[in-house]
């Protein structure tokens, strides 16, 4: 009887080992899918001043927002005071960051930034009213140059969009 008891504790012990290391294994092996499906490398926070300095929005946003640029980049945007923002963009393949382009005239870049996954032109839109009391949304286009790693200047648009409401 002794034996029988002791064949069926070890029995029992045995399968409950497996099962915890089933567990794991299978633990693991979703945790490469979802590493391997997403394919987003970690932020490289040595790769540029701005990634140091804005740490946390960069961290979070690259986190939660989808590839928006030039099909391998996640544009971040934050604001840099009043109706003013700036960013910087990652790159999921080897997690470098970027900043955004060097906008001197007007001390950030506008009132905000569109980019497109599919596109290597960014846009940086400034909106502000004229002294007629129409608002005027000026928008210089930046293209991506991926062999550099750079923004160059293309255009500026100046466009009428009606009275402030």
């Not at 034996?3 to 045995?14: D, G």
């Not at 790769?47 to 946390?56: D, G, Q, V, W």
């Not at 923002?85 to 950030?108: F, I, L, Q």
Request: charged residues 30%; glycine residues 8%.
């Amino acid at each position: 009887m002794k034996k029988l008891f002791l064949i069926t504790l070890l029995a029992l012990s045995i399968t409950s080992c497996q099962d915890r290391t089933k567990t794991e294994r299978e633990t693991e092996t979703t945790l490469s899918q979802k590493v391997e499906n997403d394919g987003r490398a970690d932020i490289n926070f040595e790769s540029n001043p701005i990634a140091k300095e804005y740490r946390t929005v960069i961290t979070e946003k690259y986190d939660s927002l989808e590839v928006n640029f030039a099909s391998h980049y996640v544009v971040v945007t934050w604001g840099c005071g009043s109706g003013c923002v700036t960013g910087a963009m990652v790159d999921t393949r080897d997690g470098s960051v970027y900043s955004m382009p060097e906008d001197k005239e007007w001390g950030g870049n506008g009132t905000f930034i569109e980019s497109k996954k599919e596109s290597n032109i960014l846009f940086t839109v400034a909106v502000a009213q004229s002294p007629t009391g129409e608002r005027e949304q000026t928008v210089k286009s930046w293209g991506w140059d991926e062999g550099l790693k750079k923004f160059e200047f293309e255009n500026v648009e100046t466009v009428v969009i009606g009275p402030d409401e």
